[in-house]
């Protein structure tokens, strides 16, 4: 059995190609997203979803959340007193949904289909991958977000004839493909994005537009209440979609504070962000030798596409209406199920193909010969795989060393799209030896392959000895060596999960005493009786008094966290 993983920077969802086609598969709390949070409770156990994203709130130093932003980089989080890396943090992720899966299938799940930003880099598609492995979970393709949701469309109109441009805002990043169907067959013509632009850039214009009023500084602030002023902001953000003014308050101190903000004001507080939106846009489009009227269908993918101002732009640039037939939390996951099942070769799949391609320019570092000087130039990139190549592809080039005597060639491998190396995102590197008696103009080949998953693979060989060396990337930021992979998996593996049929209730007293850390004076109290009146149903250890109980709650709970102080 293969399941399909939507790994999100704030939501995270798994699914699996079913009887009937594509199935979400719901966690603990019975929801088919789970917030890419993770929290240690004081014996150690993990909690990942709805209440480690809580547990920000009112306990920062024990939990974490955007760690996809952090994949391929070496960059460590202190939680819980233990240092973990971004490859760790959403194994974590990846171990929750795996068991939830587990709990719904009724079976043991080994191999999945994990979609990744289609911009996402090698460092970081390798860094997924070990994330998969430190989880026990073996990676059977990386399937590129938008090209995932694309599937999932493709699958509810079969017959479609179509051009089709997708446009996935999620929390972090930002990605654009544009594909052509035709009877079954998807190709994805081109794609562009940025890893770094998503709805929580939006959030956080809005925590600063909130601070300069209160008269805070964000990088000042204490984690917790940091982590509770983005909690507000975020509310403010999502009701913008239906108001044309959101108003939300925030405990400051000892003062409750009122808060609103327009559509107007977001819009003229992130205007940068949605001009950075129109480059992939603008690139997919002119990549694909497309215009813009050429598109027959636009489909908004990701959380963040639900804000006004996007759906605006889209509308603005396009000259007509995205269509949203497909929830866009969940068109991923369902997306990554359809690969699982053309990878199991289901039935229901035989006519359906899909080609996909890679989304930048992959090549090498060189030096030229200067005109009329006896001087090299060096760090001048030159592209192997051009981007937007339809992928499996494998390429290669003849290098030539410079001098004689020389001992060996350095090969440094680059992505990007800048004529020089030093503005483009290094890869990795190695070293070739050279034969000892080498000839004035010894001979490399150098082979560069890129897989169905999007995962590079370099391979040289000296071509008068035969001698063949491959590209390991060991040693490189960001990178885990399959060893280290191994000893991170043993790691984990000592990490206990929190009690499966008590993820209800720890779940609902970590939203209470979230909101509770937000209010004052009378909505403080009432929050803090709910906890009371829980917290005793708890103790009677009675199951449907404990479940009667909750569903009250939560509801109450609802209402007063939706009100404020100032309605
Ligand atoms: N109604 C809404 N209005 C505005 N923003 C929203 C709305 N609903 C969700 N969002 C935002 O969408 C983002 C989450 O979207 P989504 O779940 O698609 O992201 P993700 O898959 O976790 O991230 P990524 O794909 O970038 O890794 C968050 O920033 C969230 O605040
Ligand atoms: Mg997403």
Excluded: W
């Excluded at 979803?49 to 980089?73: C, I, P, Q, W, Y």
């Excluded at 999502?238 to 405990?251: G, H, P, Q």
């Excluded at 804000?307 to 996951?333: C, Q, S, Y």
């Excluded at 992505?415 to 503005?423: F, I, K, M, N, T």
């Amino acid at each position: 059995m293969i399941i399909g993983i939507d790994l999100g920077t704030t939501n995270s969802l798994v699914s699996v190609f079913g009887e009937n086609g594509p199935e979400l598969i719901p966690n603990s709390l019975g929801s088919y997203l789970t917030p890419s949070a993770v929290f240690f409770d004081k014996s150690g156990n993990s909690i990942v979803g709805e209440s480690a994203k809580n547990h920000l709130v009112t306990n920062g130093d024990s939990s974490t959340s955007k760690f996809k932003r952090l994949m391929g980089t070496n960059q460590l989080t202190n939680i819980a007193r233990k240092n973990m890396r971004p490859e760790d943090l959403s194994a974590l992720v990846l171990r929750s949904l795996k068991s939830d899966a587990e709990a719904y299938l009724g079976c043991a799940v080994e191999k999945a289909v994990i979609s990744v930003p289609a911009y996402f880099n090698d460092i970081q598609r390798k860094a997924t991958v070990a994330a998969a492995e430190i989880a026990g979970l073996s990676v059977e393709r990386l399937i590129n977000e938008p090209t995932a949701a694309a599937l999932a469309y493709g699958l509810h109109d079969k017959d479609g004839e179509d051009t089709f441009l997708v446009v996935d805002l999620g929390g972090g990043t930002f990605d654009v493909s544009i594909l052509e169907m035709f009877s079954g067959v998807m190709e994805v013509r081109s794609s562009a994005g940025d890893a770094f632009l998503g709805g929580e850039d939006f959030t956080d214009r809005i925590v600063e537009y909130f601070c300069e009023k209160m008269d805070l500084v964000s990088d000042k602030m204490l984690a917790e209440d940091l982590s509770r002023l983005r909690l507000v902001a975020d509310r403010a953000k999502i009701m913008l979609c239906d108001e044309m003014t959101a108003n939300v308050s925030y405990r400051n101190g000892e003062e409750e504070v009122a808060l609103s903000i327009s559509r107007d004001k977001l819009e003229s507080i992130s205007k940068d962000l949605i001009n950075r939106t129109k480059i992939p846009l603008q690139r997919a489009i002119s990549d694909a030798g497309l215009t813009a009227s050429e598109i027959d269908r636009i489909v908004l993918v990701g959380g963040a596409t639900r804000m006004i101002l996007v759906r605006n732009l889209i509308t603005r640039l396009f000259k007509r209406f995205p269509e949203h037939e497909l929830d866009p939390d969940t068109v991923v996951a369902l997306g990554a199920a359809v690969q699982a099942g053309l990878i199991s070769r289901n039935a229901a799949l035989e006519d359906m193909v899909m080609t996909d391609v890679c989304p930048f320019t992959l090549g090498y570092e060189t030096s030229r010969q200067t005109l009329g000087h006896e001087q090299f130039e060096h760090g001048i990139f030159s592209p192997l795989i051009e981007r937007n190549t339809t992928i499996p592809v494998s390429r290669n080039h003849i290098v030539t060393a410079m001098q004689k005597g020389q001992k060996e060639i350095d090969i440094r491998v680059f992505q990007g799209e800048a004529p020089y190396v030093r503005d483009n995102i290094k890869i990795g590197s190695y070293k070739i030896s050279l034969p000892y008696n080498m000839k004035e103009h010894e001979e490399v080949d150098i082979r560069f392959t890129y897989d169905s998953s999007g995962v590079l693979e370099v391979i040289s060989t000296v071509v008068s000895t035969g001698k063949e060396s491959k590209l390991i990337i060991e040693g490189n930021p960001g990178t885990l060596t399959g060893k280290e992979i191994e000893k991170r998996f043993k790691e984990l593996e000592k990490i206990k999960v929190h009690p499966r049929d008590e993820a209800q209730n720890e779940a609902l007293i970590a939203r209470i005493s979230a909101a509770y850390e937000n209010a004052l004076g009378e909505r403080r109290s009432a929050i803090s009786s709910l906890l009371s009146e829980f917290e005793h149903a708890l103790a009677s250890f009675d199951k449907r008094r404990i479940e009667e109980v909750r569903s009250v709650v939560e509801e109450r709970l609802q209402y007063l966290e939706a009100s404020n102080a100032f309605d």
